[in-house]
């Protein structure tokens, strides 16, 4: 069987593509040295949309052509977290092991002495999550649902 058309591994899939997504833009404006640059995190968004709406778009085809409202709102949400969970843990050992940048932020940020790689990798994560169910949530809006079922026991 083809590993893109698991219906059962689409968050894990495209969770590890959101990862991969996020890693090389890091290491990009890392190389560039524009990791200091905060409206370059915008950036960060659309790699999460693009994840995220391919991972609402395999999970219709793998079913199908039918997708219900909250089964696509799972399928991306969990396909946010385990991108950025994944990602917070990277740079998390990366903060940690790497020193230069920690230093970097503890002395150029506003908060920076009040920073370690705990609290900056949790701050990404925290971020990518919300940023993830905000994303999966206009995006299955916008989308074309299925209804839902009908109610049960309803008088007739």
């Not at 905060?38 to 659309?46: D, S, Y």
């Not at 990277?90 to 092991?97: D, P, V």
Request: charged letters at 10%; glycine letters at 8%.
């Amino acid at each position: 069987m083809n590993i893109w058309n698991r219906s059962t591994r689409i968050p894990e899939i495209y969770g590890t593509l959101i990862f991969l997504g996020l890693l090389v833009y890091f290491f990009v404006m890392y190389a560039a040295g524009l990791i200091h640059v905060i409206e370059l995190r915008l950036v960060n968004l659309f790699i999460m949309l693009a994840g995220v709406y391919f991972a609402i778009k395999q999970y219709r085809r793998t079913h199908d052509g039918h997708i219900n409202y909250f089964r696509a709102l799972a399928a991306g949400t969990s396909s946010a977290v385990i991108g950025t969970s994944t990602f917070a843990l990277f740079l998390f050992l990366f903060l940690k092991f790497e020193g230069n940048l920690m230093e970097s932020i503890q002395q150029n940020e506003a908060l920076g002495p009040y920073l370690n790689p705990y609290i900056a990798s949790f701050m990404v994560f925290l971020e990518g999550i919300f940023s993830g169910f905000g994303l999966t949530y206009l995006l299955v809006n916008w989308i074309d649902t299925d209804h839902v079922a009908e109610p049960i026991g309803e008088a007739q």
